[in-house]
């Protein structure tokens, strides 16, 4: 059973960590502007874990956003931590439209996802009086 494993961090934040690597060749966590995501490919399945800033309908976005890539949610868990941060898991199945099957293009895809979440709280469509 082949697993692959990924981390996207946006490339303008520098990772603070120097190397790429954890314990047992697994990847380590860094931080990211967005979000940090990381996942895992096997047989058509996807572990990913989102770390990112509270926000409003954050989950309900991203649900829809990976529906919408071919990406269905079949198990999800989130964790608040005190400091406004949330910890999200999934467990994805991939579609079979969904092109691309290595964990690096699923983590982009996630991250694409949350950046997208990002700008959309920028210029939201309910105006603040």
């Known amino acids: 059973m082949a697993l692959l494993e990924a981390v996207v961090f946006p490339p303008d934040h520098p ?11 697994r990847p380590t966590t860094r931080p990211g502007a967005v979000a940090d995501v990381e996942a895992a490919v096997s047989e058509g ?21 990976m529906q919408r890539r071919g990406l269905a949610a079949l198990h999800l868990n989130a964790s608040t931590t005190a400091d406004q941060m949330v910890l999200y898991s999934f467990t994805l199945k991939m579609g079979d439209g969904w092109q691309l099957s290595s964990a690096g293009d699923v983590a ?16 939201s469509i309910y105006p603040t009086n």
Request: proline content about 6%.
């Open 15 to 25: 990772p603070r960590v120097p190397c790429c690597s954890g314990g047992e060749g």
């Open 45 to 65: 399945h996807a572990t990913v874990k989102v770390l990112a800033p509270r926000r409003r309908r954050m989950l309900l976005r991203l649900l829809l956003g």
């Open 108 to 123: 982009t895809a996630v991250h694409d996802i949350v950046a997208g979440i990002d700008t959309a709280e920028e210029r």
